[in-house]
């Protein structure tokens, strides 16, 4: 986020417009919590994670009052054109703003969880990924020496994007996404069956999994314990939690940041309002807000097929 609030700031500067940063977002909003902010401020800042101008969950913007409320205070600065940096929680209440206030607004596509329809890749995915990919790289030492089964707990709201990408990264054998899910809710007993026959084929006990966050009953801790304690399988929990939004952002974050940060300014220069400012296909594109909340954009099917049919089957094959 500090990357992408760098470059909104920087072309602004650039296009000699004047800006205003809200802090604690929505919340600093209603509080009227303005601060001026210019170039000298964000030069050094697309390093570090997190944002200087901090962040909040805000649960009464969605009121009618509230955005009403946040049209008088940016009125009250003659704000013109509002830059949102979020996820799908922001860009909601970005568009239930617009109907109460008369300035442009521009989304810019900031979560870890990839889950915004329009655009490729969002804001911090790709350090999200890194993380976990490392943290997976960590744990398999442990399930090497030990012949251990491990279940990695990783983020993503509602979306398996970080655990289908941390899974390829680091070669793990198998993941539990809520898009699998949906379609066909993995049991205990094909799992088992699983670990079983991939310990089999390769002749030992090593074998990694992803979970996505909330697609289990009692998550990884409740699956670990199952498994060792009804299929005497060692078998050991880890919880990645925050750590998956923190540390030096990845270098296809920050330039991905710098680039929509800008792309953010000059939609709001063409006139461009209610969008998001997003990368397709290597095109800048400008997304209609609602859009990237309602549609969604799938998993790579290619990856799942190459995961499921060639690295670890799910199925028996003939070799197996
Ligand atoms: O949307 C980003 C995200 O990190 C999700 O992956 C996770 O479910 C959630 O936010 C955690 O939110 P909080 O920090 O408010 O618990």
């Known amino acids: 986020m500090n990357a992408a609030l760098r470059a909104v700031v920087?072309?602004?500067?650039?296009?000699?417009?004047?800006t205003i940063a809200f802090r604690h977002g929505y919340q600093g909003l209603l509080e009227n919590d303005a601060m001026p902010i210019k170039a000298k401020d964000v030069l050094h800042i697309l390093q570090y994670s997190g944002t200087i101008i901090k962040s909040a969950r805000c649960q009464r913007f969605k009121e009618a009052d509230a955005a009403q409320e946040a049209a008088a205070n940016l009125d009250s600065h003659n704000i013109d054109a509002l830059v949102i940096i979020g996820g799908d929680g922001s860009f909601r209440g970005a568009d239930h703003l617009a109907n109460h206030w008369q300035g442009k607004i521009i989304g810019v596509p900031g979560t870890i969880d990839n889950d915004l329809y329009g655009t490729d890749m969002t804001i911090g995915y790709a350090t999200a990924v890194n993380i976990a990919m490392d943290a997976l790289d960590k744990i398999r030492d442990t399930a090497d020496a030990m012949d251990r089964v491990f279940i990695v707990e990783v983020m993503g709201r509602d979306a398996g994007?970080?655990?289908?990408?941390?899974?390829?990264?680091?070669?793990?054998?198998?993941?539990?996404?809520?898009?699998?899910?949906?379609?066909?809710?993995?049991?205990?007993?094909?799992?088992?069956?699983?670990?079983?026959?991939?310990?089999?084929?390769?002749?030992?006990?090593?074998?990694?999994?992803?979970?996505?966050?909330?697609?289990?009953?009692?998550?990884?801790?409740?699956?670990?314990?199952?498994l060792e304690a009804e299929h005497h399988l060692p078998c050991r929990p880890c919880l990645l939690g925050h750590i998956q939004r923190g540390g030096a952002p990845a270098p296809a974050d920050r330039i991905l940041a710098s680039e929509l940060g800008v792309h953010a300014?000059?939609?709001?220069?063409?006139?461009?309002?209610?969008?998001?400012?997003?990368?397709?296909?290597?095109?800048?594109?400008?997304?209609?807000?609602?859009?990237?909340?309602?549609?969604?954009?799938?998993?790579?099917?290619?990856?799942?097929?190459i995961q499921h049919e060639i690295f670890n089957p799910v199925k028996k094959n003939r070799r197996t």
């Not at 966050?213 to 670990?224: C, D, I, M």
Request: without cysteine.
């Open 10 to 18: 920087l072309a602004a500067e650039h296009y000699g417009i004047e």
């Open 265 to 305: 300014v000059e939609l709001l220069l063409a006139g461009e309002h209610r969008v998001m400012a997003g990368k397709r296909a290597n095109e800048r594109v400008a997304v209609p807000l609602p859009d990237t909340w309602q549609k969604k954009n799938p998993l790579d099917q290619n990856l799942l097929r």
């Open 161 to 226: 994007f970080i655990g289908l990408g941390s899974a390829m990264a680091a070669g793990a054998e198998r993941m539990i996404l809520p898009e699998l899910q949906k379609e066909k809710p993995l049991t205990v007993a094909a799992l088992v069956k699983h670990i079983q026959r991939v310990q089999e084929i390769r002749g030992e006990g090593s074998y990694v999994m992803v979970l996505s966050e909330h697609q289990w009953p009692g998550g990884a801790v409740a699956l670990a314990e199952q």
